[in-house]
């Protein structure tokens, strides 16, 4: 054989269809001994090869209580998921493709995490988003209802005040809702504030705890700054700074972005942080607490965002929301005021 023909062959060989039909006497991947058997859940990312999805896959793959990473996307997921997969870690990584493979994506699915949909401009708020996100949320949603109807569902794609009610309705009409399954992603807020008041304290930010209730959008975030831990005080004029910076975090990483889109990397952290608790929770860890936007009773909103205990069916304990400043009850009257209103705007989407 002529050295091209060779190089010729040895090219097909390594295209993956190629391989297959050219020459059955080689190794293929389907006969490899391993299968990826270890114990662990399965991970499902929807919007995976997103600027939030990439980070998430890197680091759920990372991830040791994931045995199985199955990313799907309506784009570029097959080359994601090349890249992810030869990472030296546990997981077993599956890549999948637009609508007619969602099954395959969800079918035997523990925990769903949705960031698929269309990130802010500057100058846009979240609810600007609706129009495009409300309907991928529905079309996925109804997929798990389908195809997975016991996972845990994290969902992250904004607006959150909206699209978590979104799902709650799909979920109603296909008779498959568990409130406890069903978290809205507020971890980003929860986050930012760790840091930013460990940076006014002085402290190390893995040393604080501040819980962020209410919602996921503008002045329906609201710092509990009265009950930071360590116990520490605060002037009004740090409240001030340090309620206003939390709840403008997203719109500042959006400026800052200038175009290019909204914070990927902080909450592809966020996310992991926050589906790692929900992992722990479904394996029967004790204690595991976060704070996350939920069906709730504990305002007269059906939906709101307190610390939860997570648990092996989801979010088995919701919190109260503790002694309130007056600084926060003026808030919570305004977050509730806004809140409102992008809830129904999410109900109504599905029942109208
Ligand atoms: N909850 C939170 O704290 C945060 C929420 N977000 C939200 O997360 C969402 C995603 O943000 P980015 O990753 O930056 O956006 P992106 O545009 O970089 O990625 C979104 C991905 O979703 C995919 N997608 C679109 N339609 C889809 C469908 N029907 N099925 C599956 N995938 C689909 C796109 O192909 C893309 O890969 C946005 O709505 C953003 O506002 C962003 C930051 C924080
Ligand atoms: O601000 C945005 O549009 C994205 C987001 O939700 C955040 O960073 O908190």
Same mark, same amino acid.
């Given at each position: 054989?002529?050295?091209?023909?060779?190089?010729?062959?040895? !090219?097909?060989?390594?295209?993956?269809?190629?391989? $297959?039909?050219?020459?059955?006497?080689?190794?293929?991947?389907?006969?490899?001994?391993?299968?990826?058997?270890?114990?662990?859940?399965?991970?499902?990312?929807?919007?995976?090869?997103?600027?939030?999805?990439?980070?998430?896959?890197?680091?759920?793959?990372?991830?040791?209580?994931?045995?199985?990473?199955? =990313?799907?996307? +309506?784009?570029? !997921?097959?080359?994601?998921?090349?890249?992810?997969?030869?990472?030296?870690?546990?997981?077993?990584?599956?890549?999948?493709?637009? $609508?007619? $493979?969602?099954?395959?994506?969800?079918?035997?699915?523990?925990? +769903?995490?949705?960031? /698929?949909?269309?990130?802010?401009?500057?100058?846009?708020?979240?609810?600007?988003?609706?129009?495009?996100? /409300?309907?991928?949320?529905?079309?996925?949603?109804?997929?798990?209802? #389908?195809?997975?109807?016991?996972?845990?569902?994290?969902?992250?794609?904004?607006? %959150?005040? !909206?699209?978590?009610?979104?799902?709650?309705?799909?979920?109603? #009409? /296909?008779?498959?809702?568990?409130?406890?399954?069903?978290?809205?992603?507020?971890?980003?807020?929860? %986050?930012?504030?760790?840091?930013?008041?460990?940076?006014?304290?002085?402290?190390?930010?893995?040393?604080?705890?501040?819980?962020?209730?209410?919602?996921?959008?503008?002045?329906?975030?609201?710092? =509990?700054?009265?009950?930071?831990?360590?116990?520490? !005080?605060?002037?009004?004029? *740090?409240?001030?700074?340090?309620?206003?910076?939390?709840?403008?975090?997203?719109?500042?990483? +959006?400026?800052?972005?200038?175009?290019?889109?909204?914070?990927?990397?902080?909450?592809?952290?966020?996310?992991?942080?926050?589906?790692?608790?929900? =992992?722990?929770?479904?394996?029967?860890?004790?204690?595991? +607490?976060?704070?996350?936007?939920?069906?709730?009773?504990?305002? &007269?909103?059906?939906?709101?965002?307190?610390?939860?205990?997570?648990?092996?069916?989801?979010? &088995? &304990?919701?919190?109260?929301?503790?002694?309130?400043?007056?600084? *926060?009850?003026?808030?919570? *009257?305004?977050? #509730?005021?806004?809140?409102? &209103?992008?809830?129904?705007?999410?109900?109504?989407?599905?029942?109208?």
């Amino acid at each position: 054989m002529e050295a091209n023909q060779r190089i010729a062959r040895i !090219s097909a060989h390594l295209h993956p269809q190629n391989f $297959q039909e050219e020459d059955r006497s080689l190794l293929r991947r389907d006969d490899c001994r391993a299968k990826g058997g270890t114990p662990g859940f399965k991970v499902a990312i929807l919007g995976a090869a997103g600027g939030i999805g990439q980070p998430l896959a890197l680091l759920m793959k990372m991830n040791p209580l994931v045995s199985a990473l199955h =990313l799907y996307d +309506v784009v570029n !997921s097959p080359g994601v998921t090349a890249d992810i997969s030869h990472m030296d870690t546990a997981a077993v990584v599956h890549g999948f493709l637009g $609508q007619s $493979q969602l099954e395959s994506a969800l079918t035997g699915m523990d925990l +769903v995490i949705i960031p /698929a949909g269309v990130p802010r401009k500057p100058g846009m708020t979240r609810d600007d988003l609706f129009k495009i996100n /409300a309907g991928i949320v529905k079309t996925l949603c109804e997929g798990i209802a #389908k195809f997975c109807p016991n996972a845990i569902v994290n969902l992250i794609s904004n607006p %959150v005040n !909206s699209t978590v009610p979104i799902a709650a309705e799909v979920f109603k #009409k /296909a008779g498959t809702y568990d409130p406890k399954r069903l978290l809205g992603v507020t971890m980003l807020d929860v %986050v930012r504030a760790n840091t930013f008041v460990a940076e006014v304290l002085g402290i190390d930010p893995r040393d604080v705890d501040v819980p962020v209730v209410g919602g996921h959008a503008g002045v329906t975030i609201l710092p =509990l700054l009265s009950q930071v831990k360590p116990p520490s !005080s605060f002037s009004r004029e *740090e409240i001030d700074y340090l309620t206003n910076r939390i709840q403008d975090g997203g719109t500042e990483v +959006v400026q800052a972005k200038a175009g290019t889109g909204s914070a990927t990397l902080s909450m592809a952290y966020a996310a992991v942080k926050f589906a790692d608790a929900c =992992l722990r929770g479904l394996r029967g860890d004790a204690g595991v +607490v976060e704070c996350a936007f939920v069906a709730s009773q504990v305002t &007269e909103l059906p939906f709101f965002a307190t610390k939860v205990r997570l648990g092996r069916t989801g979010a &088995e &304990e919701i919190y109260q929301l503790g002694p309130l400043n007056e600084y *926060e009850r003026s808030g919570l *009257e305004k977050a #509730k005021k806004e809140l409102a &209103e992008s809830i129904q705007k999410g109900i109504s989407f599905i029942r109208k």
